[in-house]
Antibody
Framework: EVQLVESGGGLVQPGRSLRLSCAAS????????MHWVRQAPGKGLEWVSG????????GYADSVKGRFTISRDNAKNSLYLQMNSLRAEDTALYYC??????????????WGQGTLVTVSS | QSVLTQPPSASGTPGQRVTISCSGS????????VNWYQQLPGTAPKLLIY???QRPSGVPDRFSGSKSGTSASLAISGLQSEDEADYYC????????????FGTGTKVTVL
């Protein structure tokens, strides 16, 4: 069974940093692109970033470009999101999602259960 | 903000057919395939339809998708109480180095 388990969320002050992790199991991790998607409380879905199987292709939403960095460690079957200069508007549930192919091309299936990031002083 | 526009809500009685629209532009729906996700209350989104009209294994055939030009739609026929959820369309957008865009979301209520 494919499983994605996010961790690393929490309460952080504006301007500080946080690193999210996603542990993958049940599939050959380095065959697939991976993504981060977030959902602010009571709001819709927003794609944050995606990374290809070999980290050769990476993309970011304009809202996080220059502040967030996506990475992966295929040896550890793990996906990461380094979030710097956090803002109140970054408060959201962050989901890790598996692409159906090796490069970011969607669709995403499955999704993890998410980790909550709250940016507040 | 979302670049794909959906109606905020839709509703129907059990057994009815409900249709949700998704309007985009030439850089997203007009040039890429459309996917639909279902988000049941308190849970993570789930892929419902991919490549405009394909259902993943396990998705009932009462869910169907279509696309025409820069718009797409999701139809739920034989509406059931367990279909009460939020539904999001999505597509890749070729503008600005490529990004994945979601629709504004539609809350489906079973009356």
């Amino acid at each position: 069974e494919v499983q994605l388990v996010e961790s690393g969320g929490g309460l952080v002050q504006p301007g500080r940093s946080l690193r999210l992790s996603c542990a993958a199991s049940g599939f050959t991790f380095d065959d697939y692109a991976m993504h981060w998607v977030r959902q602010a409380p009571g709001k819709g879905l927003e794609w944050v970033s995606g990374i290809s199987w070999n980290s050769g292709s990476i993309g970011y939403a304009d809202s996080v470009k220059g502040r967030f960095t996506i990475s992966r460690d295929n040896a550890k079957n793990s996906l990461y999101l380094q979030m710097n200069s956090l803002r109140a508007e970054d408060t959201a549930l962050y989901y890790c999602a598996k692409d159906l192919g090796p490069v970011p091309a969607a669709p995403f299936d499955p999704w993890g259960q998410g980790t909550l990031v709250t940016v507040s002083s | 903000q979302s670049v794909l526009t959906q109606p905020p809500s839709a509703s129907g009685t059990p057994g009815q057919r409900v249709t949700i629209s998704c309007s985009g532009s030439s850089s997203n729906i007009g040039s890429n395939t459309v996917n639909w996700y279902q988000q049941l209350p308190g849970t993570a989104p789930k892929l419902l339809i991919y490549s405009n009209n394909q259902r993943p294994s396990g998705v009932p055939d009462r869910f169907s998708g279509s696309k025409s030009g820069t718009s797409a739609s999701l139809a739920i026929s034989g509406l059931q109480s367990e279909d009460e959820a939020d539904y999001y369309c999505a597509a890749w957008d070729d503008s600005l180095n490529g990004r994945y865009v979601f629709g504004t979301g539609t809350k489906v209520t079973v009356l």
